[in-house]
């Protein structure tokens, strides 16, 4: 199938997750990403594990694997002559550049914004940064978790306020790559009509308050500070986290109607409890009283019952499960590749799907090992650049 993003270049000096996994979204899409990485030691996620995997003279770090499909990679070294000159060049054949280094650095490396836009005026620059680019504290460093605690991520997750919980994947860098995307096709679609490229700016901070949704206006509008109450709603009982005879499940009762059947059919058919502003207010009391409901009954029993009546429910699965899962593999949620050192490996798949098929259908290439394109990439810029 003809991808989105077919023929689109970009050069992606990022590194660790954010800017990485804006160029693997990308590149799902269809764009050619080259991955610049540091020559001996490369991105710094090739290191960070266990688990590796792989032969003892080729590991590879899993958690490079996860964000790096779909990607050539050059090793440069950008202080040297040969490095800045293999990157000016490929500038110049760029459409997208993304990284995400501290703020000045890429200037002091001699590729300011000015620079970029001088070799190549098309050029659209992604740049994220921890806490953004400019204000009283721009140019911090940012890590993930750092910024989930700094953006008040925490303060709204785990089980009461005096336990705040990081979210179990690194959601921040993962939204600001996001978002990252996003920003980079919107620029690519307007250079359709203007004919030069901008900067767009996102950071992990941006990304984090981006998301904030109903808990932001509490503040905002309404000047409540939200506080963490573990696996329920704040604003809809009951919605959330309930226990079986054998498990846990979670049930979404998100309307007047299914409370109407729910209700009766748990024997929580009472006067008091019959708007969601009175379960709201009354939450712990109808949180026991379903979970009191449930006790007895089997997940394989209670989950089709639920079904039945239409309310939304379902288990909670580990990830062995997700992954065995027939709706997962229906959906093209896993991606098998054939990887030069370590085989056929499978990974998680693009979560986009198109009408005409799935992303991974034209084959999306494993994440590469490092400067594994080093010579073909020097080797199509001199093709191009002979042919002038």
Same mark, same amino acid.
């Given at each position: #199938?003809?991808?989105?993003?077919? !023929?689109?270049?970009?050069?992606?000096?990022?590194? /660790?997750?954010? !800017?990485?996994?804006?160029?693997?979204?990308?590149?799902?899409?269809?764009? =050619?990403? *080259?991955?610049? %990485?540091?020559?001996?030691?490369?991105?710094?996620?090739?290191?960070?594990? @266990?688990?590796?995997?792989?032969? %003892?003279?080729?590991?590879?770090?899993?958690?490079?694997?996860?964000?790096?499909?779909?990607?050539?990679?050059?090793?440069?070294?950008?202080?040297?002559?040969?490095?800045?000159?293999?990157?000016?060049?490929?500038?110049?054949?760029?459409?997208?550049?993304?990284?995400?280094?501290? $703020?000045?650095?890429?200037?002091?490396?001699?590729?300011? +914004?000015? =620079?970029?836009?001088?070799?190549? @005026?098309?050029?659209?620059?992604?740049?994220?940064?921890?806490?953004?680019?400019?204000?009283?504290?721009?140019?911090?460093?940012?890590?993930?978790? *750092? /910024?989930?605690?700094?953006?008040?991520?925490?303060?709204?997750?785990?089980?009461?306020?005096?336990?705040?919980?990081?979210?179990?994947?690194? *959601?921040?860098?993962?939204?600001?790559? #996001?978002?990252?995307?996003?920003?980079?096709?919107?620029?690519?679609?307007?250079?359709?009509?203007?004919?030069?490229?901008?900067?767009?700016?996102?950071?992990?901070?941006?990304?984090?308050?981006?998301?904030?949704?109903?808990?932001?206006?509490?503040?905002?509008?309404?000047?409540?500070?939200? =506080?963490?109450?573990?696996?329920?709603?704040?604003?809809?009982?009951?919605?959330?986290?309930?226990?079986?005879?054998?498990?846990?499940?979670?049930?979404?009762?998100?309307? %007047? !109607?299914?409370?109407?059947?729910?209700?009766?059919?748990?024997?929580?058919?009472?006067?008091?409890?019959? $708007?969601?502003?009175?379960?709201?207010?009354?939450?712990?009391?109808?949180?026991?009283?379903?979970?009191?409901?449930?006790?007895?009954?089997?997940?394989?029993?209670?989950?089709?019952?639920?079904?039945?009546?239409?309310? @939304?429910?379902?288990? +909670?699965?580990?990830?062995? =499960?997700?992954?065995?899962?027939?709706?997962?593999?229906?959906?093209?949620?896993?991606?098998?590749? %054939?990887?030069?050192?370590?085989?056929?490996?499978?990974?998680?798949?693009?979560?986009?799907?198109?009408?005409?098929?799935?992303?991974?259908?034209?084959?999306?290439?494993?994440?590469?090992?490092?400067?594994?394109?080093?010579?073909?990439?020097?080797?199509?810029?001199?093709?191009?650049?002979?042919?002038?």
């Amino acid at each position: #199938m003809a991808r989105p993003l077919d !023929g689109v270049v970009v050069v992606d000096l990022s590194r /660790a997750l954010a !800017g990485p996994h804006a160029g693997m979204m990308l590149a799902d899409l269809g764009a =050619r990403v *080259i991955k610049v %990485e540091t020559p001996g030691t490369g991105d710094d996620t090739r290191g960070w594990g @266990p688990p590796f995997v792989g032969p %003892e003279d080729a590991r590879e770090s899993t958690y490079f694997l996860s964000c790096n499909r779909g990607k050539e990679s050059v090793a440069l070294d950008l202080k040297s002559e040969d490095g800045k000159d293999v990157l000016t060049r490929l500038v110049r054949r760029a459409d997208v550049l993304v990284e995400n280094f501290r $703020t000045g650095v890429l200037d002091r490396l001699g590729f300011s +914004v000015e =620079r970029l836009h001088e070799l190549n @005026p098309r050029l659209v620059v992604l740049s994220i940064t921890g806490f953004g680019h400019d204000g009283p504290e721009g140019g911090r460093a940012g890590y993930d978790q *750092i /910024a989930q605690g700094e953006a008040g991520l925490m303060a709204l997750t785990g089980p009461s306020p005096d336990e705040p919980t990081k979210v179990g994947v690194p *959601i921040g860098d993962l939204l600001a790559g #996001m978002y990252g995307a996003y920003g980079v096709v919107s620029a690519l679609y307007e250079r359709e009509r203007t004919g030069r490229g901008r900067v767009v700016r996102t950071s992990l901070l941006a990304a984090v308050v981006g998301v904030h949704a109903f808990q932001g206006t509490r503040w905002t509008v309404a000047g409540q500070v939200p =506080r963490a109450i573990g696996n329920h709603h704040p604003s809809i009982t009951p919605y959330g986290l309930f226990h079986a005879a054998d498990g846990m499940l979670q049930i979404a009762v998100g309307s %007047e !109607g299914l409370w109407r059947r729910f209700a009766p059919a748990f024997g929580l058919d009472r006067e008091d409890w019959a $708007t969601n502003a009175q379960r709201v207010d009354d939450r712990d009391a109808v949180i026991a009283a379903v979970d009191e409901a449930f006790s007895s009954v089997p997940l394989a029993d209670l989950l089709p019952r639920l079904a039945e009546i239409g309310i @939304p429910a379902g288990e +909670v699965r580990t990830l062995d =499960r997700v992954y065995a899962w027939e709706q997962t593999r229906s959906q093209g949620l896993l991606l098998d590749v %054939e990887h030069p050192t370590l085989g056929t490996v499978t990974l998680p798949g693009p979560p986009l799907r198109f009408d005409d098929g799935f992303l991974g259908d034209d084959g999306i290439a494993a994440p590469p090992t490092l400067d594994q394109h080093g010579a073909a990439v020097r080797a199509w810029l001199d093709e191009l650049e002979a042919g002038e």
